[in-house]
């Protein structure tokens, strides 16, 4: 049949990215706790089109992403890039992809065991002259005010939270890990499943450990740096504000964005 992309163009007009946008897909992606999890992923992947080309081949990111649908690790979403880039005959390729991942979490007094989702992020690009990749990460999560603790007679406002990190990937981690170190960070973590006791364990255990937004950014950028292992982050947090009609927010960015990483 006859290949109508393959046919010239002469407007001379080189397209940085041209694809596939907004497809939705089952993957199966690394679980720390039960080896693997099945989700199903947001996707955007394109590629670059030279100046001389009338059309991109749209069927063809499609076929290549299927193949990694069943393993979609971290380094198996950079060698999908690269098929990609190779397949298509271009200088760059790029994707996006969001998932939402669950852990399975134990209520801390009555041990009713539920699932958790977060939202996950792969975002990647394959260039001619460097790879870069960023894991993203969000995680919901309940804060206490310090202010108000201090100059209220009874009660302090509380509020549910969201904090978002960005992580460049250099090595290997667990997005357990990471999930983990932020939850750890907030007055208090989110449960789906929470009993009367449970609830009267963690409205206390947040009001002893208050935090203001500039606080929760601070905690988890440290708690990142410590870790040693990405050469460059982002963490933002977002209060959902009980008692003012706007949100709280503040962020914090650390290293060299740039990072290339090794082939």
């Not at 939402?100 to 989702?117: C, D, G, L, Q, T």
């Not at 939202?119 to 999560?141: A, D, S, W």
């Not at 969201?162 to 290997?172: A, Y």
């Not at 007055?187 to 450990?209: P, V």
Request: hydrophobic share 35%; net charge neutral; glycine share 4%.
């Amino acid at each position: 049949m006859v290949d109508v992309q393959s046919r010239k163009d002469n407007r001379k007009i080189q397209i940085n990215k041209v694809g596939v946008k907004g497809l939705h897909y089952p993957i199966v992606v690394l679980d720390k706790q039960n080896k693997f999890q099945h989700t199903i992923a947001d996707i955007s992947l394109f590629a670059d089109l030279a100046h001389n080309l009338k059309g991109t081949h749209m069927s063809r990111f499609i076929q290549i992403f299927n193949r990694y649908s069943a393993d979609f690790s971290m380094e198996n979403f950079l060698e999908m890039l690269k098929k990609i880039k190779n397949t298509l005959h271009a200088q760059n390729s790029f994707g996006e992809v969001s998932f939402p991942y669950f852990i399975e979490k134990e209520a801390p007094v009555s041990k009713e065991k539920s699932k958790m989702n977060y939202v996950c992020e792969y975002i990647g690009e394959v260039r001619e002259e460097k790879t870069l990749f960023y894991i993203g990460i969000q995680v919901p999560v309940t804060t206490v005010c310090p202010c108000s603790k201090d100059i209220s007679a009874r009660g302090a406002h509380n509020q549910r939270g969201i904090v978002r990190v960005k992580l460049c990937l250099d090595k290997f981690f667990w997005i357990e890990d990471i999930i983990s170190l932020i939850e750890k960070s907030a007055s208090s973590e989110l449960f789906t499943l929470l009993k009367r006791e449970d609830e009267k364990y963690i409205t206390e255990r947040a009001f002893d450990n208050p935090r203001f937004v500039e606080d929760l950014v601070r905690d988890v950028t440290q708690r990142i740096e410590k870790m040693g292992q990405f050469p460059w982050f982002s963490v933002e947090a977002e209060n959902f504000e009980s008692i003012h009609n706007h949100s709280a927010y503040a962020y914090v960015e650390r290293g060299n964005k740039n990072y290339e990483l090794a082939e």
